[in-house]
């Protein structure tokens, strides 16, 4: 963190919101991953994700949607019909009561309908504050800060939080971040993580923050090698972002799998 030491509160809030807007140039499409058409299947497909990858439960839901459309039908299931269902999910003795109970709570108490506020959603079985603030952000358009593994590892990388706690994280971003921005924030910075900013070597000298962060040299700074580690299937046009030959990204890394 040398290059930012003397760094002031305004000046990371200045340098936070710049990294913001080069993120949202970088990853234009960045979106929830998860498949949904209504705020229940959204928190549903949020409690399967616990322990698995977006892909696998969106292998999973259109059965799972097709079956069960109502917090009725999660009440009343079959518990083995569910289970066999959610098999591939992983943990899906554990999901399914998470899902039977989750419907006869919104059916005792909310009338059927999944609530829109924070402090009612975490009450709800299997719904933590993460999973809260993806269902606000994305079914209802009310912003939320999203932090999972990749949010705690960019955001400390970055140097606009030295914290590990989720919620201290959300709060100390949520102070730097303009509140609109905040769901798609969380977005950005998953698809950096996964397509860029890796856990154990990221791209530096093929990134697009390579001038604001003060992490940056953490992984290799050159530009053929950095360029080697870019992901995902725009892997060249984030090595253009960065002002880095498309050419040098292999065609592999076009086709390779993002980090979960």
Known sequence: MKRFARETPIGRKRRARKMARVLADTHPDAHCELDFTTPLELAVATILSAQTTDVRVNQVTPVLFRKYRSAADYASADRAEMEAILRPTGFFRA????LMNLGQT????????????????????????????????????????????????????????????PVKIEFLVADLIEKRDWTMLSHRIIFHGRRVCHAR????????????????????????????????????????????????????????????
């Open 95 to 98: 999901k399914t009561n998470s």
């Open 201 to 260: 070597k990221p791209a530096c000298g093929a990134c697009t923050l390579a001038a604001s962060c003060p992490s940056f040299g953490t992984g290799p700074t050159e530009a053929a090698p950095a360029a080697k580690l870019l992901k995902g299937p725009r892997a060249r046009e984030l090595a253009v972002a960065a002002g880095v030959d498309p050419e040098l990204v292999p065609a592999s890394a076009v086709l390779a799998p993002e980090e979960p």
């Open 106 to 165: 919104l059916i005792g108490s909310y009338g059927g309908e999944l609530p829109r506020e924070l402090d009612a959603l975490v009450k709800l079985p299997g719904i933590g504050r993460k999973t809260a603030n993806v269902i606000l952000g994305n079914a209802f358009d009310v912003p939320g800060i999203t932090v999972d593994t990749h949010f705690r590892r960019l955001t400390n990388r970055f140097g606009w939080v030295s914290e590990e706690d």
